[in-house]
């Protein structure tokens, strides 16, 4: 089964750091674009962070370009990390991690697997 499988949210006070786990499973990671796209209340989609498998181009979002980044690491090679640092009010949102085609740098009309959504926080 394809799935991603989301972990890591909660509350945090502005100015904090959370991180964001996304585990995949039933299909390869690296054969795809990998990202975060987060809905805050009463608004509508907001692609947050990408990155590309096909050449590993990084697209963030203006509101959170120098605080969010996008990792892996070498033990749990089908998993994607999101930290956040620097937290803001404005960041509060439910946070999907989300799959699409290599070229798509997951827009979310082009998004192929969505995970469950992890609650996002933040206390001003």
């Known amino acids: 089964e394809v799935q991603l499988v989301e972990s890591g949210g909660g509350l945090v006070q502005a100015g904090g750091s959370l991180t964001l786990s996304c585990a995949a499973s039933?299909?390869?990671?690296?054969?795809?674009?990998i990202g975060w796209i987060r809905q805050a209340p009463g608004k509508e989609l907001e692609r947050v962070i990408c990155i590309s498998s096909n050449d590993g181009h990084r697209v963030y979002a203006d509101s959170v370009k120098g605080r969010f980044t996008i990792y892996s690491d070498n033990v749990m090679k089908n998993t994607r990390y999101l930290h956040m640092t620097g937290l803001k009010a404005e960041d509060t949102a439910v946070y999907y991690c989300?799959?699409?085609?290599?070229?798509?740098?997951?827009?979310?009309?082009?998004?192929?697997?969505w995970g469950q959504g992890t609650l996002v926080t933040v206390s001003p």
């Open positions: 039933g299909f390869t990671v690296d054969e795809y674009s």
């Open positions: 989300v799959v699409g085609p290599a070229h798509t740098s997951c827009s979310p009309s082009y998004v192929d697997v």
